[in-house]
């Protein structure tokens, strides 16, 4: 990303300059309806807010990142590492908004479209392919390559480790020696392999806006930001209310996610009766989390249960 940045600033196009709605930091978005606001993903308060909780799902209840600080020698180490974490993150995403301010004006504004390309997801790909040279080029993708596949081998090891021993073995496995335990975690790694290219696909179609596909981090996020707010609202429950067990939270975890559904621009909305009410992305683990416990309490009420 550096070495692209160097090329970048050394063959930018003299005379072009930025048009003012991309240098625009901040975006109150106060001048909007109500309905308007919250399906905007990008003003101050979507912003602070849903990043708030997004950040507090995404590193207190996602065993992904969860696993890696429980690694740390002690307390005072998962501290930092958490902290840092929320620094580097920062630092990349500003790098990587550096980095399309840069194409923009090295393509002099230029449409992806004008470029003969389907999406702007393209265009950082295009200018390694033809601008850097063929060594580094290659690095770079051999790079992207390896990210996705960290990350995608940690998503799958967390998720087969929690469905192993937290759902197969104390129910289905409990005599089970090591490598029958190991061959059924390779199975479960095989079918959370399936659900995911599976949801993947499917969220992707449910964010088709106007035969137009969203930029990939937000298709990204918003998968998370979904899958997060059923998440943070089970870890909510068993905390900080004593009455609801888990068959509450399992109730309004689902209730939850269903609801989320019918918020999400997408073809769902469209066979609603009326105009529907859609939710920008950032705020859909703010409003999941919600839902769940709100209907998880309810249904700890009505079913009279009690925890313990």
Same mark, same amino acid.
């Given at each position: 990303a550096f070495i692209a940045v160097g090329v970048l600033l050394g063959n930018l196009p003299a005379g072009f300059e930025l048009p003012s709605e991309k240098l625009q930091l $901040?975006?109150?978005?106060?001048?909007?309806?109500?309905?308007e606001f919250i399906a905007q993903p990008y003003t101050l308060i979507t912003a602070i807010v849903g990043g708030a909780v997004f950040s507090l799902a995404s590193h207190g209840t996602d065993q992904l990142l969860v696993q890696r600080v429980?690694?740390?020698?002690d307390l005072k180490s998962g501290q930092k590492a958490m902290i840092w974490s929320g620094v580097l993150a920062a630092l990349q995403f500003a790098l990587f908004m550096g980095i399309g301010l840069l194409l923009f004006m090295f393509y002099e504004g230029m449409s992806a479209t004008d470029m003969g390309l389907a999406t702007t997801d393209e265009v950082f790909a295009k200018f390694i392919v033809e601008q850097l040279p063929v060594g580094i080029s290659g690095l770079i993708v051999a790079a992207l390559f390896a990210a996705a596949m960290s990350s995608l081998s940690s998503s799958l090891n967390s998720l087969a480790s929690s469905t192993t021993f937290d759902l197969y073995k104390p129910y289905f496995g409990k005599d089970n020696n090591e490598a029958e335990d190991l061959s059924i975690s390779r199975k479960i790694t095989m079918g959370w392999g399936v659900i995911l290219t599976a949801s993947a696909i499917f969220f992707a179609v449910l964010q088709l806006q106007g035969g137009e596909r969203p930029a $990939?981090?937000?298709?990204?996020?918003? $998968?998370?930001?979904y899958t997060y707010?059923?998440?943070?609202?089970a870890f909510l429950l068993g905390m900080f209310f004593p009455k609801p067990d888990k068959t509450d939270a399992m109730i309004g975890f689902f209730f939850g996610l269903i609801s989320l559904l019918f918020m999400v621009q997408g073809p769902i909305q469209n066979i609603l009766p009326g105009d529907g009410l859609a939710i920008a992305w950032p705020l859909y683990t703010l409003v999941g989390?919600?839902?769940?416990?709100i209907v998880g309490s309810l249904s700890a009420r009505i079913r009279g249960s009690k925890n313990g």
């Open positions: $901040i975006n109150l978005g106060f001048d909007m309806s109500f309905k429980l690694a740390t020698r $990939i981090v937000e298709l990204g996020l918003g $998968i998370a930001s707010g059923g998440l943070l609202g989390s919600t839902i769940v416990v």
